[in-house]
């Protein structure tokens, strides 16, 4: 649920990326990468309507040169595929060079889609003789996610101690080891690998996303795409510390700052927006970001977790931090297991809907709740998402996308406080009902607003997209 990569889309770039990976890879399994003298790319469904305005065709560019989002430089992200397109050249692999340019080998079919799912992309090869070499489909299912089509998935050979399904299964685990939620999932995770590997990795997630808020909160300017965005996290960042507000040494010192400010509950509602629309502002300026669940929601668990460590009177440590991702990351994969996290199936309540239960259910157990509570505030925080579209303009995870990370942040912080304060003996409604609600409503939902920018906000401003 949670993975390091680059904005602006997990879906749109992180996933195809991933399956350029893939695509290299399996050539070079098969040895025929030396003689491929051409490659294409085709692009379907939802993948192409808002594909340029989400970076699929850099990512694919980025995939295919044999880059990788979690470890590229950043100032990269861009470099590399101008590159491709001033000289028609491309390294696949990073190394066997072929002609390659971007607007004859990347198809974007508007108006077809493929059968799995909405974000289907095909590869395919060509010797010197045009003859076919391999041929692939791939679907990028939200999260950063990929299958592979009629790919036969191998039994899972872990047996999990705790095998999770549903929220009520996960409460009757609790229940019977009289445990919180975190305490089921450290037992899963040494399913696979020792605790401190765990730690560490949720120690790396966290260091990325605190790192993520800072930069955001002090880098300037337009962001891509052609709506001509400005971004606003450093104006408010300084409104709120007062200049001058530079410099700090690193994002650690910065945090210290923060945590030893009074703040009023105006100023706190203000840093919560803030934390939340920087690290989105970074999605969108192909910034490294954590898919939480999404790249496009990727500022709410951030915003969330920064409020907590900042100001919720808490002592705060490592420990904290990793339970509270320990938790936010089950509730997710419920979600993944038992609706969806792409809005190009479900709109927009599969992306900031799921990240924002995922925050409540993470900050109400870290605020002393149950695990009851944590998953009725889970509930709580989709339930007032339920229905949300997601129609950005001109494809872009802009307008509405960042501000409606400071939404779902404040939506995620409001259903834990009700939930701590609340007895779960007394709801009428279940994560499990929710659950099952929204891939309903998302089953229901016009396609027009599944990422498709095809209806909402997105036919009410028209924009001209650059190519890169």
């Known amino acids: 649920m949670l993975k390091i990569g680059v904005g602006p889309s997990s879906s749109h770039t992180l996933g195809p990326w991933r399956a350029a990976e893939r695509y290299v890879q399996e050539l070079r399994d098969a040895e025929i990468l030396p003689r491929v003298a051409r490659l294409e790319a085709h692009l379907y469904g939802s993948l192409a309507l808002t594909g340029k305005g989400h970076g699929t065709d850099i990512a694919i560019l980025l995939g295919l040169s044999g880059a990788d989002p979690v470890t590229i430089p950043v100032e990269d992200v861009r470099r590399i595929p101008e590159q491709i397109r001033e000289e028609t050249l491309l390294a696949l692999g990073g190394s066997h060079v072929i002609a390659f340019d971007p607007a004859n080998h990347l198809v974007f079919w508007y108006n077809d889609a493929l059968p799995f799912h909405a974000n289907g992309l095909t590869f395919k090869s060509f010797d010197e003789n045009t003859q076919i070499l391999h041929e692939a489909v791939f679907y990028s299912i939200g999260g950063g996610f990929v299958v592979k089509e009629n790919e036969e998935r191998s039994a899972d050979t872990v047996r999990l101690p705790y095998p999770i399904e549903s929220g009520g299964q996960l409460a009757g685990y609790c229940a019977e080891r009289q445990c919180s939620i975190w305490e089921i999932v450290q037992d899963n995770e040494l399913s696979w690998r020792p605790t ?130 320990m938790v936010a990351g089950e509730v997710g994969s419920i979600f993944k297991k038992g609706s969806t996290i792409s809005a190009a199936m479900g709109g927009c309540q599969a992306e900031i809907g799921v990240s924002s239960a995922m925050a409540a259910a993470a900050l109400t157990e870290a605020l002393g709740g149950s695990p009851d509570q944590a998953l009725m505030a889970a509930e709580i925080a989709m339930e ?31 259903a834990a406080h009700i939930a701590v304060e609340s007895d779960p003996a007394n709801a009428k409604v279940s994560l499990d009902h929710v659950i099952k609600t929204m891939w309903e409503t998302a089953q229901d939902m016009n396609t027009k607003y599944k990422e498709t920018s095809q209806g909402g906000l997105a036919t009410q401003i028209s924009i001209v997209l650059p190519e890169c």
């Open 196 to 325: 401190e590997e765990t730690q560490a990795g949720l120690l790396k997630i966290w260091d990325v996303m605190l790192n993520c808020a800072y930069t955001g909160c002090h880098n300037e300017g337009v962001l891509p795409g052609g709506l001509n965005v400005v971004r606003r996290a450093p104006e408010l960042h300084r409104k709120l510390l007062g200049a001058p507000t530079l410099p700090y040494s690193n994002a650690r010192e910065w945090l210290g700052v923060i945590r030893n400010r009074p703040c009023n509950f105006n100023q706190i509602l203000k840093w919560i927006g803030c934390f939340a629309m920087a690290v989105n502002e970074e999605n969108a300026g192909f910034g490294r970001v954590v898919t939480a669940p999404t790249n496009g929601a990727a500022g709410v668990i951030p915003a969330v977790l920064l409020y907590y460590v900042c100001f919720s009177g808490q002592d705060v440590g490592d420990e904290e931090i990793i339970r509270f991702l």
């Open 384 to 414: 007032h998402h339920l229905g949300l579209t997601c129609d950005p303009i001109g494809g872009l995870v802009q307008i509405p996308c960042i501000e409606r990370n400071s939404m779902g942040a404040v939506k995620a912080i409001t």
